[in-house]
């Protein structure tokens, strides 16, 4: 599956954005799909992960209760959508597929992904 983030941009602290990651192929459902971040000097890290369904979500402790990841397996799109941002959120935010373990969606593990995106630049000022 190949799969386009965008919606990144540049928001002040306490503001919201919402990411958008779409996917090619007819077997987008088969996969639970991750938003991942990396900022300058620093290793990729998991944020967020959604089960093949939707039925199940992981987070990362840092981003519980202000993030959310949600999917349309129709529109062949996966959600993240951010509240509360603060400043150290900003990062290149990556969406990912894990075609081995669907219905888990809580693979935090960047190996653990099959395909990725090509990341999408998210900045919050303080």
């Known amino acids: 599956v190949q799969l386009q983030a965008s919606g990144g941009g540049l928001v002040q602290a306490g503001g919201s954005l919402g990411l958008s990651c779409a996917a090619s192929g007819r077997t987008f459902s088969s996969y639970a799909l991750g938003w991942f971040r990396q900022a300058p000097g620093t290793e990729r890290e998991f944020v967020a992960g959604?089960?093949?369904?939707?039925?199940?979500?992981t987070y990362a402790d840092f981003v519980k209760g202000r993030f959310t990841i949600s999917r349309d397996n129709a529109k062949n799109t996966v959600y993240l959508q951010m509240n509360s941002l603060k400043p150290e959120d900003t990062a290149v935010y990556y969406c990912?597929?894990?075609?081995?373990?669907?219905?888990?969606?809580?693979?935090?593990?960047?190996?653990?992904?099959?395909?990725w995106g090509q990341g999408t630049q998210v900045t919050v000022s303080s």
């Open positions: 959604i089960s093949w369904s939707g039925g199940r979500t």
């Open positions: 990912a597929a894990d075609g081995s373990r669907p219905y888990y969606g809580g693979s935090i593990g960047a190996s653990l992904y099959d395909s």
